[in-house]
């Protein structure tokens, strides 16, 4: 494949959502990334996808090793002694038990990076017990800032642990880490804990907090909905427009095109003390027409204002088809790699393998033998079934 990532070779233990996120990302990029799964077993996911439709695994290989058995944990190790780094989503302790941990791995490949994705992290009272991205955004103070005035909080689905804070700040923090590497020929591990990269996110809040501009209650500040002129309005259709018109000059561009009654109601902007006067006026406007009325007469403005599409009806939109933002592979729509290079575009992605369907060709091409493969397969690395023909 090509992209700003070829020759890089990754080794991902197979896990839950932000790990094959993170191995994703690094897949799209060019990265010849290695996928170890269970023998016998399909997606580590909660849902059984087929292979196509599990598009968290595109774009690279699998090889199915059952680590439990020291033929297919040494085979593994020796996959990682050829690794520029690895991904594993385990809790603490758990790659040690397999003779798989940072310490066995390193003296194998001392330049070798060791990314761990989890939710608490690797030390602290909470590393060793269960938990998911509701729970960890819920410690950092994320989820309570996201909802309505009023309300309870709401799950800004698992975008902002799992893949926000979780794979995005792994994938961050393994590229790092491997600039070093090749600076100075030593590898690290690097402790990639959802809790601590969703409260990263959260950087801006604190420094508006720190000047007084942020209160701790939901839907009462400039982002978080409080504002009329950062917010959501239902249209005539049932659909609706986000209105993001923050600066003056594109508030007073939205203004113009909402073309309000009561002109005196939007005279003070940045005043909380006219914003729920402003709120209901906007309301009862956008409600005059329906969605794909207000987005012709929005379009080609600076108004900041966008209608909210369903995850179906994005594809279509035409700024996401000239962008190609969107592409079907194997029947399946799914987001484009991104970002964009210019020098080293990525190339297609390729659907997600049966789990084990590389195994002979990946470890061929890693620098595996025809006679250690056999002995791998005797020995019972592969599990109960037979070696699953190359993909």
Known sequence: MGGPLAGLRVVEIASLGPGPFCAMMLADMGADVVRIDRPGKGSAGFL??????????????????????????????????EADALVEGFRPGVMERLGLGPDACLARN???????MTGWGQTGPRSHTAGHDIDYIALSGALAAVGEAGGAPVPPLNMVGDFGGGAMLLGFGLLAALVSARSTGQGQVVDAAMVEGSALLMAPVFGYAAQGFWRPERGANLLDGGAPFYAVYETAC????????????????????????????????????????????????FRRRDRAAWTALFDGSDACVAPVLRY?????????????????????????????FSATPAAAPKPAPKPGADTLSALSDWGF?????????AAGAFGADPVAPAS
Not at 110 to 116: C, I, N, Q, W
Not at 321 to 336: C, E, I, L, M, N
Request: glycine share 6%; aromatic share 6%; net charge negative.
């Open 312 to 340: 179906t009806e994005a594809p279509a939109d035409p700024h996401n088809q000239a962008r190609g933002s969107f592409v079907t592979v194997d029947g399946v729509v799914q987001p484009a790699p991104a970002p964009r």
């Open 238 to 285: 049932g659909g609706h427009m986000a209105v993001g018109a923050l600066e003056p000059a594109f508030f007073a561009t939205l203004v113009a095109i909402l073309d309000v009654a009561d002109q005196e109601a939007v005279q003070q902007q940045y005043n909380p003390a006219t914003w729920a006067a402003m709120r209901a006026l906007f309301a009862q406007t």
């Open 110 to 116: 001392p330049a070798l990076v060791y990314g761990r």
């Open 48 to 81: 059984p996808l087929k292979p196509e439709a599990d598009v968290l695994n595109r774009s690279r290989r699998s090889v199915a090793l059952d680590l439990k058995c020291a033929a297919g944990a040494a085979a593994a190790l020796d996959l990682i002694a």
């Open 369 to 377: 033998s025809a006679e250690r493969i056999e002995a791998l397969a």
